[in-house]
């Protein structure tokens, strides 16, 4: 199956997308649920109000790059075009995305070839999940920019990835942890780091100055859901507990350094993800999506393409394998696998150790010769 995807991976890629997605459509009785913010926020910053979107909406929790890729959407062609044209957006988002991990692989060998390719297809399996069945652009365009800014770092583009890198934070707070991994560049770290930062700032600052309500945003408190890992553990606020998002940045950018530090950066984007979908309050099964766009990138270097397909097994499978009304098997396979996908991120065996920068001089590993040839 490999080496045929391999020949033509993206024809291949593209009809496991369609695939999925069409039985989503043929199947789910509503989609694309998450368009509706994106209407609903376009609407308002079209409006003389617009510097009161987050005041007005604080449950509107993307960001302004979000409503930008999608305003020609929700202004020209409306309603159920609009959102029919979004769909098909985040699709090619997501061909995007395995393409941008691709290209991180540059003129390797065949092995490690075939295991994007196995990865890329367990990928494209769930990506639909998110593109098709909720339809959260934001969530789509962060994880975007996050695998371009990794691929940016291992071309040795660090200024470039740290603008990436403030993108992806101005389409999804959340993925502010990424950029601790700029700390460990070996050039141009704190002119990247600044890049951020301003394009963080130049984005996000308007509505707070113009609005100071705009910080309702901030304080929106999501209802712990019953597949939560928080819920498993006995956390069941009526809310987001306060520390909640605090620990969530603080313990990414620390997971996010020590794999960098572990000769692992492409695990960066799967630590993010898997930290803050461990502390989060929701528990919609579209975050196994940025799950598994983590998992591709550290297959990328594994020995074999295991990653992706526990993140597909043990998260995103129990949300059709196990019956909803037992919570505590939901949120406990659920938080099976994202630990098991924190531990793949450092044990995980791999066919090459890497240091960010070009990608002329990564650091191997020695891989008995049984393994080589066993390596997908």
């Known amino acids: 199956m490999a080496r ?30 998450g368009w509706g913010y994106v209407r609903s926020a376009v609407h308002i910053l079209v409006s003389p109000h617009w510097f ?12 302004p790059i979000t409503f930008l890729v999608g305003a020609p959407l929700v202004l020209i062609l409306k309603g159920d075009a609009g959102r029919f044209a979004a769909v098909l957006l985040m699709l090619l988002i997501g061909l995007a995305i395995m393409r941008e991990a691709q290209r991180i692989l540059a003129a ?41 800014a990794m691929r940016l770092l291992q071309d040795g583009r660090t200024v470039a990835a740290g603008l990436a890198i403030g993108v992806a934070v101005d389409c999804k707070p959340w993925m502010l942890p990424l950029a601790a991994v700029l700390l460990f560049a070996p050039r141009h770290r704190w002119p990247a780091l600044g890049v951020v930062v301003l394009a963080v700032v130049v984005v996000w600052s308007p509505f707070f100055l113009l609005d100071p309500a705009s910080v309702r945003a901030l304080q929106f408190r999501i209802p712990v859901s019953s597949g939560s890992t928080l819920w498993l553990f006995g956390i069941r606020a009526h809310g987001t507990p306060p520390w909640c998002r605090p620990a969530q ?31 989060d309050p929701g528990a919609h099964s579209y975050y196994a999506s940025g799950l598994l766009t983590g998992a591709l990138l550290l297959d990328l270097d594994a020995t074999l393409a295991l990653a992706t397909l526990a993140a597909l097994v043990l998260v995103l499978g129990p949300v059709y394998l196990v019956p909803p009304r037992i919570p505590v098997l939901v949120s406990g396979f659920r938080t099976v696998g994202i630990v098991a996908s924190l531990v793949a991120a ?27 040839a066993a390596a997908l």
């Open 108 to 148: 390797e060998s065949p092995s490690a070839r075939r295991r994007w390719a196995v990865a890329a297809v367990l990928f494209a399996i769930a990506w639909p999940e998110l593109a098709v069945r909720f339809g959260h652009l934001d969530d789509a365009l962060a994880l975007f920019f996050a695998v371009l």
């Open 249 to 279: 940045l603080v313990g990414g950018a620390l997971l996010a350094a020590a794999a960098v530090r572990r000769g692992r950066p492409l695990a960066a984007v799967l630590v993010v993800v898997a930290f803050r979908m461990l502390l």
């Open 52 to 63: 009161a979107l987050y005041a007005l909406r604080p449950d509107i929790q993307m960001g």
């Open 4 to 33: 045929a995807i391999t020949a033509h991976p993206f024809r291949a890629l593209s009809l496991v997308l369609a695939a999925v997605s069409v039985a989503h459509l043929l199947t789910e009785p509503a989609w694309a649920v």
């Open 346 to 372: 450092f044990a995980l065996p791999l066919h090459r150790r890497r240091e960010l920068g070009p990608r002329g001089e990564p650091h191997r590993v020695d891989v008995p010769r049984s393994s080589k």
